[in-house]
């Protein structure tokens, strides 16, 4: 494992401070619902971020970005509670958000709607995933339903979304629709929208297992959205390769920061096992606890070897799209194992909201299937499996 920049163990050290010091004391704030933290729960925290200086932590002051693997560093210990990404401005979609904007997006782009992310004054939504009930995208991006035409100058775009973290309350929205690229082919462009915006309507939030992101995960509806060509972000046709600029990065941020969540969750337990007795001596001191720890240890580190060499991957320039596949697969199925050891560990406390641990398991459970499900990422090896075995046949 490479070690770790001293910028990078800087910024790590101020971040993992703050969540402790600070985020913590709000895990039992009642402005917290099933649909997410309250947008004022959030600004009040991230006002107490901003005086600390570990707001968007990973983005630094001339706007350059942190490496992927100084970026693990610090978005690990933004993980040690469920609001310390919403507090340090590291949560997705709004990470993943801002990285695409970052490479992508034009300079007036970048002032209008990059700027407030980073400053986490606005919260952003990524429009793509789609009803099954329409046959529309899921894992597969090529059943997208959603189209946009060209009329005249502007853009009509048409169709309905599914699971879209944080529209409630989102102020910046990238949408994504299908679009004629008048070579056959079929394409997908990416728009930029301010929100809200009445063509846009959210028709319910869902109500799902995890609980940590503001504004939940809707169901939209789009109806006629007028948007001039300078909304493009990037080229025309060309948004199912953003997406894939934007779906590695993202998706193995995810790993780092709940990583975070399972070792506090594992803190949590440890210290839990090793004060309570039974059956005359402290759990831990049973084999069938002490080792549900120990397996905890060896996730844990397998998890974060995996993020590393994914990050490393990354940081050469190379699109990642199998490594970040391993890494998701490896470390969500991990992650979900420790959850659930930690739950186990506690007894009737890890059923409980007493500690964070119960929330911790829900928000993993659900991160097995966000970003893509396991299956669909081992599916996707095995078929590179083939064309690798192909070529070299």
């Known amino acids: 494992m490479t070690p770790p920049s001293e910028r990078a163990i800087e910024i790590g050290a101020q971040v993992e401070r703050f969540v402790r010091d600070v985020v913590i004391d709000y895990e039992r704030d009642p402005r917290q619902g099933a649909h997410g933290p309250s947008d004022a729960l959030v600004q009040e925290m991230r006002d107490k971020a901003r005086s600390a200086g570990v707001l968007t932590p990973h983005i630094l002051a001339d706007g350059d970005h ?8 610090v978005l690990i210990r933004s993980g040690l509670s469920p609001l310390g990404p919403l507090a340090c401005n590291t949560m997705a979609p709004d990470e993943g958000n801002m990285y ?4 992508v997006g034009s300079p007036t782009q970048k002032v209008h709607f990059l700027a407030p992310m980073v400053a986490g004054s606005a919260r952003s939504a990524f429009f793509m995933t789609e009803p099954a009930a329409d046959g529309g995208a899921g894992s597969d991006p090529s059943m997208m339903q959603t189209t946009a035409r060209l009329d005249g100058n502007h853009w009509v775009i048409n169709g309905r979304k599914a699971f879209i973290t944080g529209a409630d309350g989102a102020a910046v929205g990238i949408v994504m629709a299908k679009t004629d690229a008048g070579d056959g082919r079929m394409a997908a462009t990416m728009f930029l929208v301010d929100l809200p915006d009445p063509a846009i309507r959210i028709e319910r939030v869902l109500d799902t297992i995890d609980s940590s992101m503001p504004g939940g995960h809707s169901i939209v509806a789009i109806d006629n959205l007028r948007v001039p060509a300078d909304a493009i972000l990037g080229a025309p046709h060309d948004g199912f390769r953003y ?9 193995l941020s995810h790993c780092m920061r709940w990583l975070g969540a399972c070792i506090r969750a594992n803190e949590i337990a440890t210290a839990y096992a090793c004060t309570r007795h039974a059956f005359g001596k402290a759990l831990v001191d049973h084999e069938g606890v002490g080792f549900m720890l120990a397996d905890n240890l060896i996730d844990l580190k397998q998890a974060e070897l995996m993020i590393d060499w994914c990050a490393g991957v990354l940081d050469t320039g190379d699109l990642g799209t199998a490594e970040s596949s391993m890494a998701k697969v490896a470390v969500s199925e991990a992650l979900m194992r420790i959850a659930d050891r930690c739950v186990q560990v506690m007894g009737g406390t890890g059923v409980s909201g007493d500690t964070i641990v119960e929330q911790v398991f ?4 659900a991160f097995r299937i966000y970003d893509g499900p396991t299956e669909v990422h081992k599916w996707s090896l095995a078929k590179k499996i083939k064309r690798d075995w192909r070529t070299h046949e």
């Open 66 to 73: 942190l490496t992927q693997r100084e970026t693990a560093y």
């Open 100 to 103: 695409l904007l970052g490479k």
């Open 243 to 251: 997406a894939q600029v934007r779906l590695s990065p993202a998706r």
């Open 362 to 365: 829900r928000e993993i459970r």
